[in-house]
Nanobody
Framework: QVRLVETGGGSVQSGGSLRLSCEAY????????MGWYRQAPGKERELVAK???????DYEDSVKGRFTISRDNAKNLVYLEMNNLRPEDTAVYYC??????????????WGQGTQVTVSS
């Protein structure tokens, strides 16, 4: 099982930037598609960015052009660079593997997340 530790969240004003990091402890990391998810208060968790083991990326429409996902396989790290942040980006951000049934992951499969708060 991969253990995930997310860091880098904080409070910024609208238009600001943050860089999130996720350290994935597990030997199969470099073979695994990874993603950044977020969960806003009262809303379901959603996948906002994903990166394949070979570096191909894809983004949810609302973050395209503002967020950039990247990875360092040698260090077992996944990053999310977030620019031009908006109040609606406020959420707890998590990283995890990307598989079709990710919504069925039990709570134990998730890290503690990192809070991002954007004020207007």
């Amino acid at each position: 099982q991969v253990r995930l530790v997310e860091t880098g969240g904080g409070s910024v004003q609208s238009g600001g930037s943050l860089r999130l990091s996720c350290e994935a402890y597990g030997s199969i990391f470099k073979y695994t598609n990874m993603g950044w998810y977020r969960q806003a208060p009262g809303k379901e968790r959603e996948l906002v960015a994903k990166i394949s083991d070979s570096g191909n990326t894809d983004y949810e429409d609302s973050v395209k052009g503002r967020f950039t996902i990247s990875r360092d396989n040698a260090k077992n790290l996944v990053y999310l660079e977030m620019n031009n942040l908006r109040p609606e980006d406020t959420a707890v951000y998590y990283c995890n593997t990307v598989v079709p049934n990710w919504k069925e992951f039990p709570n134990a499969y998730w890290g503690q997340g990192t809070q991002v708060t954007v004020s207007s």
